[in-house]
């Protein structure tokens, strides 16, 4: 647990890549396999459970430390982060732990899940006991389950590919599946993900998928990329990338954020494709209109873990095929673009059923033909273009070794909306803050109270760090009350929000949901009184 604190500090503390590289590094190199094993799991995206509920963390660290409750609510508004309030009002150790994080996870954290609460205080007050400020702040978070740090897994694949000397793009592959939930990475598991290349692993096996291929936005014009007819153009569809694999007379459909997704979609399940054939496409409920549903709806899907034949009956999905990675057990990522897409083509064809769809080609004679298709996106219900080099092969993550891939997207929705709440970041963000609500103006006349700001989207990224300490100081001088982490401040700030989708919502109060809200600027130039109105968010629904 002390290197893993150590390497968390390190990763937290810095932005430099270089910095953060060299960290893992030395990490990976130092530590036994069983607990770099844990760590590949947690850095690579892998969330950890709650053990511990908040309301006990809270009430236990107040008793160790032998605080009032008022006191302990001071220490968190001023802090903003539980863990961190609670790492830094616990008395100092009286004993020092030499216990690994695999140990920890396994046979300490582990455990606590649903265990009596006098066997929790009795285990936090013990663990407390022999651990350091930061030691312990890092074991709240994995109790917690509110572990995240700045580093990315491409990232961690380059960290582990060096010291290994293995390919980047092979130690890519071997990491795909590593943090499903479902299994516990082991020591076994960690040497084999650094061991030697051994002959015919490009083939994988089971239900292991590949790593994505991932685009590149596209901010300049087209016609830098050549000729169209070099490229094959599609919709870009705003659905969920997934991988449909079937292997070993089993079927497996996993998210590009590697969540197996096979018992949420069995109607995808079900497909009959043939042996050993792996599908890249994306998920998407589709109505009778022959068109996608918006994203809001797919949601609705995503977040069961069991669906009835009425859910399906309502919210009908397809597999839109992009591409094929595996055919006859063959891994063909190899072959061009042009000559996948009619493998593709042939397979669903052959398939034949209507719940598996070809991505449709976009033939234009030239980029500004192109250009005024893709206005057509948003009445499709699209985000616009994709481009896919018909010569390139498909690679690892964003790689543009052996072609690329780009993402031709219509501008954003936007919306001038006022700052009325904020909450503390986290890492060396945690005593600025970085995480904002927006609110519109309700002009209903028939509203209690007139006009008024209603909430309809948070936002966290946009702005750079000098905008965000002079946003900071002004939060600050215009704070009314404090809720916890949280601070309603006097409407003072009008900012243009950006983001890609709107669906209407029973659940927000603004009866709106955004999708991939961001901040695009600050408005100074605005006035509080002419942000935008509900009517206009409403609007936007048609």
Partial sequence: MREF???????????????????????????????AAWAVYFL???????????????????????????????????????AETIALILPAPTGRSDVGLAEWVEQRIAPLRGAAPDTIRMALHAYWNELETRERFLLIKLIGGGFRVGVSKLLVTRALATIAAVDSKLIAQRLMGWTDGRV??????FLQLISEPHAGEHALRGGQPYPFFLAHPLQ???????????????WKYDG?????????????LWSRGEDLMTERFPELARLPLPEGTV??????????????????DLQKRMGRKTVSARLMADLPVVLLAYDVLELDGVDIRHLPQQERRALLEQLIATVNAPTLRLSPSIVADSWQALAAIRTESRVRGVEGLMLKQLSSVYGVGRSKDGGTWWKWKIDPHTIDAVLIYAQAGHGRRASLYTDYTFGVWDDDPEAEGGRKLVPFAKAYSGLTDA????VDAVIRKTTIEKFGPVRSVRPSM??????????????????????FPRILRRREDKAIADADTLATLKGMLA
């Fill in 240 to 252: 969920m990338r997934a991988q449909l694999l079937r292997r070993d007379g089993q079927s497996c």
């Fill in 5 to 35: 604190a150590l390497l968390y500090a390190e990763l937290d503390e810095t932005t430099s890549t270089s910095r953060k590289l060299a960290a893992l590094q030395t990490y990976f190199r130092q530590v036994s396999p069983e607990n």
């Fill in 494 to 515: 009008v900012f243009e929000i950006g983001f890609e989708g709107i669906a209407a919502s029973s659940r927000h109060k603004a009866g709106i949901a955004v999708r």
């Fill in 184 to 189: 516990s990475p082991t020591a076994a598991g």
């Fill in 220 to 234: 300049a014009d087209p016609a830098i990329l050549g000729e169209p007819g070099d490229w094959l153009v599609e």
């Fill in 467 to 470: 905008e965000i300490a002079q």
């Fill in 279 to 296: 599908i890249d496409g994306e998920i998407l409920v589709w109505q009778a209109g022959e068109a996608p549903a918006p994203f809001a």
């Fill in 44 to 82: 690579a995206g892998g969330k950890p459970r709650q053990a511990v509920p908040t309301k006990l963390l809270r009430q236990y660290a107040t008793e160790f430390a032998g605080l009032d409750d008022w006191l302990f609510d001071e220490c968190y508004q001023t802090v903003g982060d539980l």
